[in-house]
């Protein structure tokens, strides 16, 4: 069982350029999320997905869109990279859908590492 | 708006003993509270939770506090270990889940 899967985990940019991380869970989960995790600053809300077919604003996310693509996969996409973007981006899916996904754990991916030069 | 403090932002301690971090949180309204504990190139991973309606949960060698009135909740890792050095995580959730910003843990044989 393998869980989230996101890729690439490694990711080296130009300014300008853009790309799309790829996130898939397989536990059947309604809700899924991107974060971003920069030092010191713990996990910090990008984008999330309540339930497939909805996306919603998340506490960061200007500069990036996403596609809840079916239920199992929700995709992150930088249109036009920039220094500030440099992180480590994590998605994570929980159970529950709408409200009541808020008070259910939430399950990580390893991570993708991507720096923008 | 919502906020949640954690401390310290490192912890030393020797293997045996035991350790203890501590979170507050703003929202009132907070109701669930996870923790997670992130080793080097990994995502985050539950090692605890905990509602509003229990005082205290434990698990094992850890358990978790919670006191609505002061708006706090702790980590306790007791008869630590070399592999519990890790980054930990805790958050609070109403009508988002907001993190602290992790505390290092690192355990010396």
């Known amino acids: 069982n393998a869980g989230v899967t996101q890729t690439p985990k490694f990711q080296v940019l130009k300014t300008g350029q853009s790309m799309t991380l790829q996130c898939a869970q397989d536990?059947?989960?309604?809700?899924m999320y991107w974060y971003r995790q920069d030092p010191g600053m713990g996990l910090r809300l990008i984008y999330y997905?309540?339930?497939?077919?909805?996306?919603d604003k998340g506490e960061v996310p200007n500069g990036y869109n996403v596609s809840r693509l079916n239920k199992r996969e929700f995709s992150l996409r930088l249109e036009s990279a920039a220094p500030s973007q440099t992180s480590v981006y994590f998605c994570a899916s929980s159970e529950g859908r709408s409200a009541g996904r808020l008070n259910q754990p939430q399950h990580f991916g390893d991570g993708t590492r991507l720096s923008i030069l | 708006g919502e906020n949640v403090e954690q401390h310290p932002s490192t912890l030393s301690v020797q293997e045996g003993d035991s350790a203890v971090i501590k979170c507050t949180y703003s929202d009132s309204a907070s109701n669930y509270f996870p923790w997670y504990k992130q080793e080097l190139g990994k995502g985050p991973q539950l090692i605890i939770d905990i509602r509003s309606n229990v005082g205290e949960k434990k698990d094992q060698r850890i358990a978790v506090t919670l006191n609505k009135t002061a708006k706090h909740f702790s980590l306790h890792i007791t008869e630590t270990q070399p592999e519990d050095s890790a980054v930990y995580f805790c958050a609070a959730s109403y009508n988002k889940l907001i993190f602290g910003a992790g505390t290092r843990l690192a355990v010396h044989p």
């Open positions: 536990m059947n989960h309604n809700s």
């Open positions: 997905s309540a339930s497939e077919g909805t996306t």
